[in-house]
């Protein structure tokens, strides 16, 4: 009964690892390797009915962003609607921030989570979403 048990829960751990999108080095096509690609939704209405603008937007990203993440990133502009703590739909303007970091980098995720941080801070937002996976880069 124990096997059993011990059969299922490695199973069970194989499939979540799978599913969650965990890769590693060897399941990556030949000539990439594994990365963590982390994704900030940041939206762009402030709570007192101003936006952040492209120039606000603009020095942010050069003096808090790229300073921590200097090789390399993407923004997107995006539209977004998201449920705050009122219970109402918000809708809004946002940015999408797409930063790709080796997965050895043990630093970046503490990066992400300032950036994210700072973002709240300097424009008076209730959040800013956040995902992370594991990817598949090449250069």
């Given amino acids: 009964m124990r096997l059993v048990s011990a ?16 890769v ?9 390797e ?27 990203l050069a003096d808090t962003v790229t300073p921590s993440f200097p090789d390399g990133l993407t923004v997107l502009d995006a539209k977004g609607q998201w449920r705050g703590s009122s219970g109402e739909i918000q809708r809004e ?3 999408q921030l797409t930063i790709l970091a ?12 300032q950036i994210a941080n700072d973002y ?5 937002q209730e959040s800013v979403l956040k995902t992370v996976s594991e990817t598949c880069v090449s250069f």
Avoid at 7 to 21: D, E, H, K, L, P
Avoid at 24 to 32: N, Q, R
Avoid at 120 to 124: D, L, P, S
């Fill in 120 to 124: 709240k801070t300097q424009f008076e």
């Fill in 7 to 22: 059969i299922i829960i490695i199973a069970t751990a194989a499939f979540a690892s799978v599913a969650c999108g965990a």
């Fill in 102 to 113: 080796p997965s050895e980098d043990k630093s970046a995720a503490d990066r992400i989570e």
């Fill in 34 to 60: 594994r990365w963590i690609e982390y994704q900030l939704f940041m939206g762009r209405s402030g709570p007192d009915g101003t936006n952040v603008d492209d120039k606000a937007w603009e020095s942010f």
């Fill in 93 to 95: 303007a946002s940015k």
């Fill in 24 to 32: 590693s080095d060897k399941d990556c096509p030949e000539g990439s």
